[in-house]
Structures are given as structure tokens and as C-alpha cells.
């Protein structure tokens, strides 16, 4: 198996408002014939998916998805990236977890959570620096590649 994770797929109630929250972040919608709202990411994709749906194709109810715990992690160039991008999460209908704040470790992040609670952490770790010409994130940085 290669390392990688190719789709996330978000479970939702609320499809379309869900989408109109990613979508007043700037992401841009991918076409999808079959039911699924996509954002292509670098090297992933995120789908929203209608969570009876979803649940219906892994044979499953609702109730037995369950309540996963994960956040979604959106790493920056610099800090001073991170309120930013809190503010504008909130201003399009995000409720902040935990506002931008310095770690023990060195680094310096954030929580938000989108509309039905999906949980992510927007991050600058100095020690994993983005891969320059597009963004990419590694656990320690792409230095020397």
C-alpha cells in the first residue's frame, strides 16, 4: 500500500450548506456527476457526501457512523497566516475552537470547526516548511529535495 490518502470524504446533513462554507473559504468545486460536492486538493480530494448516503453504502444507519474524533490539519508558510485564515473560516460561518496562539513546541495554530462540527487546525510548524512552488506539506519539510 503507498502512503497517501486520496479522498476524504465528509459525511453531511446539510450538503449544500456545507458546500457554500468551503466555498466562501475560495476553494473551487471540481465537477462530480454523482452526487458528491469536490474540492481537489493538492494531491487529495475533498468530497462532501449526503450522510444518509453515505451511511447507505457501507450498509450502515446513521447512528452506527458514530462520532469519529480527527482534525483536519491546513499548514501555513508563516504565523502570521494562521489568524487570518481563523477570521475568515468564522466570518463564513465557522465557529472557532481555539484562537491563534503560540505551542509549547515551537509552532503556532489554531482550531475552527465548519458548520457541522468537522474539526480542523490551521498550523505553521518551523520545523515542517511547506514545499515552496506548491504548498505541500512533510512531516519534516522538503529540505534537500
Known amino acids: 500500500m503507498e502512503h497517501r490518502i486520496s479522498l476524504i470524504t465528509l459525511g453531511a446533513r446539510d450538503v449544500d450548506a456545507l458546500a457554500a462554507f468551503y ?3 475560495g476553494w473551487v468545486r471540481t465537477p462530480s456527476p454523482d452526487g458528491v460536492i469536490a474540492y481537489d486538493l493538492i494531491g487529495q480530494t475533498l468530497g462532501l457526501y449526503p450522510l444518509d ?3 447507505e453504502d457501507m450498509g450502515l444507519s446513521v447512528s452506527d457512523l458514530g462520532y469519529g474524533a480527527c482534525t483536519f490539519g491546513y499548514n501555513v508558510r508563516d504565523k502570521s497566516e494562521v489568524a ?3 477570521q ?3 466570518a463564513a460561518g465557522g465557529r472557532i475552537l481555539k484562537p491563534a496562539q503560540d505551542v509549547f ?3 503556532h495554530h489554531g482550531y475552527f470547526a465548519d458548520p457541522e462540527g468537522h474539526i480542523w487546525e ?3 510548524n518551523p520545523f515542517s516548511p511547506l514545499r515552496e512552488e ?3 506539506f512533510r512531516w519534516l519539510g522538503y529540505g534537500g529535495d
Open 134 to 136: 506548491d504548498g505541500a
Open 84 to 86: 487570518p485564515l481563523l
Open 53 to 55: 448516503k453515505l451511511a
Open 88 to 90: 475568515r473560516a468564522e
Open 23 to 25: 466555498d466562501a473559504l
Open 122 to 124: 490551521i498550523a505553521h
Open 105 to 107: 513546541w515551537g509552532g
